[in-house]
């Protein structure tokens, strides 16, 4: 009887990879067709029966093309990279996040999400680099420097678009006036004839790009009215709302601008747990005119922020793709006003 041997358990042969030629030999068509077709190209005329034959095809043999040789032949990707966000984000960003990216898939892009949580200005950019984007859009949580976007931008980006609180050079860089939301949300309690204003700073990481230019709008609207601004740290935690709740009126506060609507509508709950009465005792204002506000008792007011569509933004990225010799520019965002309601 023989003695077992050890052996290495053989490789099962795997499928083999299906190309375009397979695909042209089956729908019976040229290469060229076939690339014309699952490209979506529009400067050739090629008959709805042969587009339908050429997918069809494509189907049946499980045929997708290849990104990097798509690439080759443009001369670039068609890949977007959006890094993730690194703070909290709330409905108004992801209904404008998801909009988007919704957009550039209609233009044809395919849009890449990056985990850069970590990554801090050129590491971030020589990271993004690696993937030879086409375009890259940052919305804020990485501070791009200038060197950054010239990593991006010798590595074949040609567009690098900013979604922040300040303008980035060689960026097309959409400015928001985070201060204006503050301003306008203070003023109107001011109008309204409350003297001493708390103004909620959210104590989740990476927030303060977003609360300390609010808070200094904040400031700034009750300059030589002789009204006040108090600082409240906050955390989105019942625990949190509730033990500021408690201290109310040992802080002789009459109005609150409450940074968003999630923070005000959790505050508000708060305040009416402990008996302060909204808004007769203390005016509640927030911030992103969210559904949830309106059916609020007492409904919430609000400030109304005007952000950039996200239609808007993929039409801006594909202009800059096109037309990569067109000089960045600045836009501001963000002209903001208020939406009374019964809370103030």
């Known amino acids: 009887m023989s003695q077992p041997t050890e052996r290495t358990p053989e490789r099962p042969a795997g499928r083999a990879v299906p190309t375009s030629a397979d695909v042209a030999r089956l729908a019976g068509v040229s290469r060229a067709t076939v690339s014309y077709v699952l490209n979506n190209t529009s400067a050739v005329r090629i008959s709805e029966p042969t587009r339908r034959r050429v997918r069809e095809a494509a189907e049946e043999l499980g045929y997708v093309p290849h990104a990097a040789a798509r690439s080759l032949r443009a001369g670039h990707s068609r890949m977007v990279l959006l890094p993730t966000s690194h703070v909290p984000v709330g409905p108004l960003y992801s209904q404008f996040f998801n909009e988007f990216q919704w957009a550039l898939r209609r233009l044809d892009y395919t849009v890449v999400q990056y985990g850069s949580v970590g990554l801090e200005a050129e590491e971030a950019a020589r990271a993004w680099a690696e993937l030879r984007p086409v375009a890259v859009v940052s919305l804020g949580e990485v501070q791009l420097t200038g060197q950054g976007v010239e990593i991006l931008k010798r590595s074949g980006a040609r567009a690098v678009i900013t979604l922040g609180t300040r303008a980035v050079e060689g960026t097309h860089a959409l400015v928001m006036d985070q201060g204006k ?38 400031r700034r609207a009750v300059a030589g009215t002789g009204a006040t601004v108090v600082p409240l740290p906050l955390r989105y935690e019942e ?91 600045t836009r501001a965002l963000l002209d903001s006003r208020v939406v009374r309601r019964e809370s103030s």
């Open 239 to 329: 625990e949190s709302a509730n033990e500021l709740a408690a201290r109310w009126r040992d802080l002789g506060l009459d109005a609150v601008f409450g940074y968003n609507d999630e923070y005000a509508m959790l505050l508000m709950r708060a305040l009416q747990d402990a008996g302060v009465a909204v808004p007769g005792e203390t005016a509640v204002v927030g911030a992103d005119d969210l559904l949830l506000g309106r059916l609020l008792r007492p409904r919430l007011s609000t400030v109304r922020i005007d952000m950039v569509l996200g239609r808007e933004l993929a039409e801006l990225v594909d202009r800059a793709v096109r037309e990569p010799e067109v000089p960045p520019r």
């Open 181 to 218: 939301v503050g301003e306008v949300a203070t003023a109107h309690l001011v109008e309204s004839g409350r003297r001493r204003i708390g103004v909620v700073i959210p104590e989740e990481p990476g927030l303060a790009m977003f609360s300390g230019p609010r808070l200094d709008g904040a």
